[in-house]
């Protein structure tokens, strides 16, 4: 029986290798997949978490390593779970797909649980908050969000920066009647700090995105302005896949436990300055 089982695992250890892909294979015919344990995961005794680290305190690159709040919270969950923790870095606009083919067990990248992605994902109770914040240069005439739509009312040619893929982006290039610019308005970067870089240079007008990546930007850049007003506010979860409940279930329990105990408050006061606050 034993030795029937291994094998059978085996012939799946290999078939997932030649398909060179990490992840499990769908089970059609009662096959177990690469991890027999209820959890599924995309490998055996490994949660492997995806973010995209550009994107600090969240997550960002210290050498080689990826650091910030999701990092940590990720470790936390990860031994709670009894598992080794694997994160994997990725473009922002491929993390849900990640999750959706179960190539990763869930994805953390101060991700807003956004009705949007609810459709290919499920959400975890959330564990933070953002605020889509506006930076503009230091001698710019914008003070106020306002000041944004009087420049559109004045026919002027308003450039928005955000980060493609993002909600900020997805909020900015709504009409104005919805609240956003008008996508003719909205300049998509591939991050964050591409935009900022544009901003810097006098390309586009003001960059939208959330408040903590924005206060580090401001902080690091004299030349850049943070606007007193917040645009959008938001909350922060771990995307899990739709198909597996006994992995979310678990997330969501040692999730619940951790922010009961405290941990949650004690990582995002690590990486987040009350003094900023
Ligand atoms: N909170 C924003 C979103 O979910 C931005 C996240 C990010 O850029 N990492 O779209």
Do not use: W
């Not at 470790?75 to 990640?98: H, N, T, W, Y």
């Not at 997330?251 to 405290?262: I, K, T």
């Amino acid at each position: 029986m034993m030795k029937k089982l291994l094998s059978i695992l085996l012939a799946v250890g290999m078939s997932v290798a030649l398909m060179g892909c990490g992840g499990s294979p769908s089970v059609s015919s009662g096959v177990p997949s690469a991890d027999s344990s209820p959890l599924h995961l995309a490998q055996a005794g490994v949660l492997t978490m995806a973010t995209s680290a550009a994107f600090p305190p969240y997550e960002s690159y210290d050498g080689e390593n990826i650091v910030g709040i999701d990092a940590d919270l990720a470790a936390a969950l990860a031994e709670r779970l009894g598992l080794q923790l694997k994160i994997v870095d990725m473009d922002f606009g491929s993390l849900i797909g990640a999750v959706e083919t179960g190539k990763v067990d869930l994805c953390m990248a101060g991700m807003t649980a956004s009705p949007e992605r609810a459709k290919n994902v499920n959400f975890s109770t959330s564990y933070a908050t953002g605020i889509q914040a506006v930076i503009v240069g230091e001698h710019s005439d914008i003070r106020t969000v306002e000041d944004l739509y009087a420049m559109l009312d004045e026919g002027k040619d308003l450039l928005v920066g955000t980060q493609e893929a993002t909600t900020g982006y997805l909020y900015a290039t709504k009409s104005v009647e919805e609240g956003g610019f008008g996508e003719n308005h909205v300049v998509g970067f591939q991050n964050g700090a591409a935009a900022v870089q544009a901003l810097m240079l006098g390309k586009i007008d003001c960059v939208i995105i959330d408040n903590q990546p924005a206060k580090e930007f401001v902080a690091a850049n004299r030349a850049l302005r943070l606007l007193d007003t917040e645009y959008v506010s938001e909350e922060y979860a771990i995307a899990l896949p739709k198909t597996n409940a006994a992995l979310e279930e678990a997330v969501n329990q040692a999730l619940a436990e951790l922010l009961e105990d405290g941990t949650v408050q004690t990582i995002l006061d690590k990486h987040i300055h009350a003094a900023e606050e």
